[in-house]
């Protein structure tokens, strides 16, 4: 068994561990947004714990991802690509270092599947993100690739 500690840090300054997800987005096809809520309040109440990158109003959010016409309709009612758009919006919009994406093109159809990749490009640069996926589709973007084969006995 090894000992030791993990130490977060941001431009070189710890975190304290209360402050470390502050820093990390996560976004997966099982992941449950807040059905009850309109749009504009779940990205009201998302924006309370993390705000969005480049100061972004939650007008920008919901018009990078293409859903102004259904921004006061409860997410209930979404078809489970919108829904995904909306994960996908939470995730990689926020100012966070690190985004965790696992199957982020679950249930999107070509034109979101267009939206994830422009979102990546766009917003994704500076940043750490790790993709969970067997579809390259999902992470073709990638500087490295790790695979799981690689390390079974």
Same mark, same amino acid.
């Given at each position: 068994?090894?000992?030791?500690?993990?130490?977060?840090?941001?431009?070189?300054?710890?975190?304290?561990?209360?402050?470390?997800?502050?820093?990390?987005?996560?976004?997966?096809?099982?992941?449950?947004?807040?059905?009850?809520?309109?749009?504009?309040?779940?990205?009201?109440?998302?924006?309370?714990?993390?705000?969005?990158?480049?100061?972004?109003?939650?007008?920008?959010?919901?018009?990078?991802?293409?859903?102004?016409?259904?921004?006061?309709?409860?997410?209930?009612?979404?078809?489970?690509?919108?829904?995904?758009?909306?994960?996908?919006?939470?995730?990689?919009?926020?100012? =966070?270092?690190? @985004?965790?994406?696992? %199957?982020?093109? $679950?249930? *999107? !159809?070509?034109?979101?599947?267009?939206?994830?990749?422009?979102?990546?490009?766009?917003?994704?640069?500076?940043?750490?993100?790790?993709?969970?996926?067997?579809?390259? =589709?999902?992470? @073709?973007?990638?500087? %490295?690739?790790? $695979?799981? *084969? !690689?390390?079974?006995?």
């Amino acid at each position: 068994m090894s000992e030791g500690s993990l130490v977060f840090t941001v431009d070189s300054v710890p975190l304290a561990n209360e402050e470390v997800y502050k820093q990390i987005s996560f976004c997966a096809p099982y992941f449950d947004v807040i059905e009850e809520m309109t749009l504009v309040e779940f990205f009201q109440f998302h924006n309370q714990f993390k705000s969005f990158i480049n100061n972004f109003s939650i007008q920008q959010v919901i018009d990078e991802v293409g859903l102004n016409y259904a921004k006061h309709k409860q997410i209930r009612f979404y078809s489970s690509g919108m829904k995904q758009r909306v994960k996908l919006a939470q995730a990689i919009l926020s100012d =966070v270092s690190i @985004i965790l994406l696992d %199957e982020p093109c $679950s249930n *999107l !159809d070509a034109a979101g599947i267009e939206l994830y990749h422009s979102l990546i490009n766009k917003y994704c640069k500076e940043r750490l993100v790790i993709v969970c996926s067997n579809d390259e =589709v999902e992470y @073709i973007f990638t500087n %490295e690739r790790i $695979s799981v *084969l !690689d390390y079974k006995k």
